[in-house]
């Protein structure tokens, strides 16, 4: 095995995605087969805890204040509503809880209420994720000394094309608060969104972000568009869906101890475009009807996919990758 690399130029990571699709598969599925069980997909499921008027301007988001979308506000969620959800996630073969909020980024009394959330949650002994936007770096350590397991934060695409997409916050606002979330010692969960109108060198320049950070995210997250009528990404065009599969195939060869997430999009995947991506290198995916406000494949659905395909869900929770150490100490 070849120990995880943290130096790649632009140039090589689009030479990946450029292989003969054959070539580039291969490739992936050996990396990934060296790190996984190659049948096994850990199983996430995510939950707006408070949802819609959010102040950023992020061109893909129903959720953004600056957008006509026809979406429910609400305030966050009690408690005892965010307990039924994980009770139920986790009666569906959940291993991790994700809570999202539509914030820039919380206040110091909506943590204390977020912490609370945490906690029960791990009380039912489900792994934790978080996504709450920007975090400084003292909001960070109360979460990890919470028992926060993950916390998500998107770079969501490259440097060069992210100004045509936000322009509320900055790319170095997003790595830094990856940095917070990494220097208080919980795992990062980090991916991008792909087919917004950006190139395929905007995609490699994504991944090399993401492989270069001093450690690789422990999830990687690969979302593609979900196209909303209100948002000024509605009716561009869509992505080629073996684009996306090259995507992912990339991903795992940069980050070959990272768990790779089919996230959002997945209702615009045929069978057979899910079943590349694992083969591809794909390992995770968020299981349930919605993904925050939007449709997700129903639990049955998947289910039966997995059937198919010989596929079987992980029965515990996700082991952190070894991103920096040796791949012969990798499991």
């Known amino acids: 095995m070849s120990t995880p690399r943290h130096d790649w130029n632009t140039d090589e990571v689009e030479a990946l995605l450029d292989l003969p699709l054959n070539d580039l598969i291969f490739r992936a ?45 609400e305030r966050l969620l009690p408690l005892d509503e965010v307990l039924e959800a994980a009770r139920n996630a986790r009666a569906q073969g959940a291993t991790r809880f994700c809570m999202g909020a539509a914030w820039r980024n919380p206040t110091d009394k909506n943590l204390e209420r977020v912490i609370e959330m945490v906690r029960a949650v791990k009380d039912e002994g489900l792994e934790t994720c978080m996504t709450l936007g920007m975090l400084k770096a003292e909001q960070a350590k109360r979460l990890s000394e919470a028992g926060l397991d993950y916390y998500n934060h998107n770079l969501d695409t490259s440097p060069e094309f992210y100004g045509h997409i936000i322009s509320t916050r900055t790319y ?60 000024p990404l509605h009716g561009i065009e869509h992505l080629d869906p073996l684009e996306f599969v090259r995507t992912i195939a990339a991903t795992r060869i940069l980050m070959p101890a990272s768990y790779v997430r089919l996230s959002a ?35 049955n659905h998947d289910l039966a996919l997995f059937e198919r395909l010989g596929l079987r869900p992980e029965t515990g929770p996700e082991a952190p990758a070894q991103s920096d150490q040796p791949a012969s100490a990798s499991a």
């Open 172 to 231: 170095d606002d997003r790595l830094e608060t990856l940095e917070h979330v990494r220097e208080a010692g919980m795992n990062v969960c980090c991916g991008g969104i792909l087919g917004m109108g950006e190139s395929r060198r905007d995609r490699a320049r994504l991944l090399q972000q993401m492989a270069n950070l001093p450690k690789h995210p422990e999830s990687v997250p690969i979302n593609q568009l979900i196209q909303v009528e209100g948002t």
């Open 29 to 73: 599925q050996t990396v990934h087969r060296e790190h996984f069980d190659p049948n096994a997909v850990q199983v996430s499921t995510l939950l707006s805890i408070k949802t819609g008027a959010c102040p950023e301007d992020c061109a893909y988001c129903p959720q953004s204040a600056h957008h006509e979308v026809e979406i429910e506000r």
């Open 265 to 299: 999009g997945r209702t615009e995947m045929s069978d057979e475009m899910q079943a590349l991506c694992f083969l591809a290198g794909a390992n995770s995916l968020f299981y349930g009807d919605t993904l925050l406000t939007t449709p997700n494949p129903g639990e």
